[in-house]
């Protein structure tokens, strides 16, 4: 007769080490699944704590004696360490007890996290001069540090989503050509003074990409700083930002040497970067092209010494409006 296997069941039978045990799964609602499956652990590696990999072989059909399938692929489920943790389970073992996903438990954001701590430890002050002398890395930070207070962090990708990366494609730098699983089990293995090792042997190497990974967040950290400065450039336009983020469009009001109008701009426009630093918006998102076109105009025939027609200077935007309401006074409006 098979076993009937529920979630309770399956740790117990990995707390007491079972190399290999199966039978039919009982979902966590009780009912019986359509799978039969059979689980098979094999050692890897004994440091301080020991840590095995889980095969599963799903079967279809729960007959007595011997299932009938067509799906007989053994296939990687986990890691269990010392018995009783699983970690960076495979969607097919995170489904195995319900028929949804559930939270996985992977340690490879914990080792990114602590593997960029020890890129930051070991950075040099003569990395920091090489660094900040290449205005490449500046535009980086600037853009990640917009990303993350004015965008919220949409499209943002921080130090650790790259080394997470590396380590997830088993490559961790060019530092080894094998699969993840060799960093993440001697992680799991043996913990203590793991960054430090990896560490060592990705100086060993000669590799250098960890430096501009650890500077260019530095440099980061510094413009995310400017924000809260409300007489920072940064400072200035968070105010601007958090004044019509809630607004899909709104209208600004322009007085260039003393001529008055306003148009209708999308938010989206004004949340951009360049904007920001080279003090313009672009008057190709104001809808419709003949409104595009009278801006234009307008600013050409009241500002002899424009350079563009197709920007409009913040110098000039002396307020914003949403209907009837101010939203924002521009604090550098020099009319």
Not at 4 to 14: S, Y
Not at 71 to 79: H, T, W, Y
Not at 184 to 196: F, H, K, M, Q, R
Request: charged fraction near 30%; glycine fraction near 6%; proline fraction near 3%.
């Amino acid at each position: 007769m098979a076993n009937n296997i529920n979630r309770e069941g399956f740790k117990t039978l990995l707390d007491f080490g079972v190399p290999s045990f199966e039978g039919n799964i009982i979902l966590d609602s009780g009912e019986l699944s359509e799978y039969y499956y059979r689980f098979m652990r094999i050692p890897l590696a004994y440091g301080e704590h020991k840590v095995d990999v889980l095969y599963g072989q799903r079967f279809y059909g729960t007959l007595e004696k011997k299932p009938v399938t067509f799906n007989q692929e053994i296939r990687f489920l986990c890691l269990v360490v010392d018995n009783a943790k699983t970690v960076n389970e495979t969607q097919d073992f995170k489904t195995i007890f319900c028929r949804s996903s559930f939270t996985s438990n992977s340690v490879i954001e914990e080792m990114a996290q602590k593997l960029f701590d020890m890129f930051r430890e070991n950075v040099t002050e003569e990395d920091k001069k090489k660094i900040l002398k290449g205005s490449y890395y500046d535009k980086i930070a600037r853009q990640n540090a917009f990303c993350r207070i004015i965008k919220g962090y949409k499209n943002y990708r921080s130090p650790i989503d790259s080394i997470v990366d590396e380590i997830g494609n088993g490559s961790c730098f060019g530092l080894t050509s094998t699969n993840a699983d060799e960093l993440v089990v001697d992680y799991l293995a043996n913990p203590t003074g793991w960054a430090e090792r990896t560490m060592k042997r990705i100086e060993k190497a000669s590799l250098k990409f960890w430096i501009t990974l650890a500077m260019t967040e530095e440099l980061t950290e510094e413009y995310v700083k400017k924000y809260s400065n409300p007489d920072t450039p940064e400072g200035k336009f968070k105010s601007l930002a958090d004044s019509i983020k809630n607004y899909k469009n709104v209208r600004l009001g322009l007085d260039v040497n003393g001529e008055i109008d306003s148009v209708k701009y999308p938010v989206d426009g004004i949340f951009n970067m360049d904007a920001m630093y080279d003090g313009y918006l672009d008057t190709w998102n104001i809808a419709t092209r003949s409104e595009e076109e009278r801006i234009e105009e307008f600013l050409e025939e009241n500002d002899a010494l424009l350079k563009n027609r197709d920007k409009i200077p913040f110098k000039y935007i002396s307020d914003i409006h949403y209907g009837k309401k101010t939203v924002w006074k521009n604090p550098d409006f020099e009319n």
